[in-house]
């Protein structure tokens, strides 16, 4: 992103706060027509990327080019005509009234300055399957076999593409999330952080896990899922919590690329963490009807036993390797953490209004005013009118390349909805599962991670769902669990090679190579895919059921998930020799992974391993002392 100088930087500055301020205030007293909204929307920060984000490595990295104004103008003109003629856009009849001429050119200008947006702010990636989505919609009636579909005119095209409000397209249901709850939850984040939550996070983490064995990684993990909360990105949060934790990893012994595997699973975790969750468990909301409350309670064991595994296997590779916890000058005092305690409250505002069902936006918004006037309770953590001004300013930032991104899904949606891909696609995967559920969810979690090497979570899940959704219910799977199924391979993509966008980013702190991260980052991250599998097999980690079900499928994912991290990292009680790390890592996948047996027999499985192992490592460790 470029640093602008002279007045330009100023003014572009006040314009993104300005939006920002504004979308707050809607989210307060309610929001204009859905039309009115997504333009004013689009308009507030499509057209500055091409100001702030530079069109190749050789542009200029402090002023825009000609050129770029003209993107800019261009990116203008039709999310202005759509915001002052919002009335007879919301009264045209989608595929009916005529798709004049006028519309034809704002449809060219909307899609080509979202497309070249996209590539310069978010990834060249969807930006390409955007266009993909687009030309099969002109192609696909030359395809053969179940890829065939009906010709499109070129004004179906841009219509589907740019202005179906109902139903998909650049102006779809999918921006007007981003344009109403999911910008407030945006802004709540970001004065999360201006606020000094961030030092909370990080001092909490560091006072919490920094005097045991491995501390270092154990505060990254407890850190970055704090971070996560408020962040909407795993990268960013990377980028944030790993500048401090990783350095300090690599300083008592990991490798390099191990400290950023942690570092990179730790981060995406914070995407399924309540109370926040990221952008995409909203888009869960409006897609499936169910309150986001619903999706949090169903949601949080699933996400502390991801946290869980993490700690675990950070602890046994620690235990391992006879690393020391951090040093005691480096680890804050608890009056140190709770000088900032009472910041924790907003978010018990937000999760308090989000179980009383109000709106998401609304409970957003109270937080966001709630965390001003708590700060403001110590000088530390008070936030003077420039710290507002830059959390507003922070959120436009980070607002305008998710603008974008649910954008391009919504075109990509559509063009999967209008061309009956969506069938197709899902038809071709529901006939090699032959009629397999099992076989079904692994091929759905493959084509998920597929489509999120260089994908946005949030995309990624969209298109996902689309394709996905229909097939798991069509066997009988519930609609809450096929969402968080597939929701949970979106965010696995980040850090699953051979393109991990999370892993990268960490692997650049950590001076390591990208690909060995990512390895790395996906063993630790092994429970998001048991998890992912439990929401469907396992619906007491929904707390779906009676309290013995409930505990029981607790129990057999954490029995689970021991047996699968000691088996990797050779150490359980001591450490383990190839015997016992093969039974206990057979003994994981079979608890977690075969519901065929009964619940009671999986955990079974998986405690008479690890008693196995135990016993063989207490012999080995005999036989060592009496020699």
Known sequence: MRELKGPLGPVLSVWLVMATAIHLYFGGVGFPEPIAMRAFHLLAFVPPIFLLWPARAASPRDRPTLVDWAWFLAAAAPHLWVWVYAGAVSDRMEYVDEFTPLLSVLAVLAIV?????????????????????????????????????????????????????????????????????IAVFIIFGAFMAG?????????????????????????????????????????????TTGAMTIPLMKRIGYKPAVAGGIESAASVGGAIMPPVMGAAAFVMAEITNIPYGEILIAAAIGAVLYYFAILAAVHFEAKRAGMAPMPKSEIPPWREVMADAHLVVPMAVLVYLMMERWSGNYAAFCATLAMVVLAAMRKRTRMSPRAIFNSLLNAGLTMAPLAVAIAGAGIVVSALTATGMVVAFGGIIKDLAGGS???????????????????????????????????????GVDVLPAHLFLFYFAVLADVSPPVAAAAFAAASIAGAKPTITSIHATRFGIAGFTVGFAFVYDPGIMLRGTLVEILLAVAIQVAALLAITASYAGYLFSPIGAVPRLILGSAGLVAAFMPVLPAPARLAVALAAMGIAWAMGRAVTGVRKTA
């Open 113 to 181: 300055t979202l497309l070249e947006a996209t590539r310069r702010a978010v990834e060249p990636g969807l930006a390409w399957m955007v266009i993909g989505s687009i030309a099969y919609m002109g192609f696909g009636h030359w395809m053969p076999g179940v890829l065939n579909t009906r010709p499109f005119s070129i004004a179906e095209i841009l219509e589907a593409s740019w202005l179906v409000p109902t139903a998909g397209g650049v102006y779809g249901p999918l921006t007007g999330i981003v344009a109403t709850t």
């Open 195 to 239: 606020s000094g939550t961030g030092r909370l996070f990080s001092n909490l983490g560091a006072a919490a896990a920094g005097r045991f064995t491995g501390g270092p990684a154990k505060v990254a993990v407890v850190t970055s899922g704090l971070f996560g909360t408020m962040s909407g990105s795993s990268v960013s949060n990377v980028i």
């Open 437 to 475: 559920l099992p076989l079904l969810l692994v091929l759905l979690g493959i084509t998920v991670l597929v489509l999120g090497m260089g994908l946005p979570t949030t995309p990624s899940y969209i298109i996902a769902a689309a394709i996905g959704v229909p097939q798991l219910i069509a066997m």
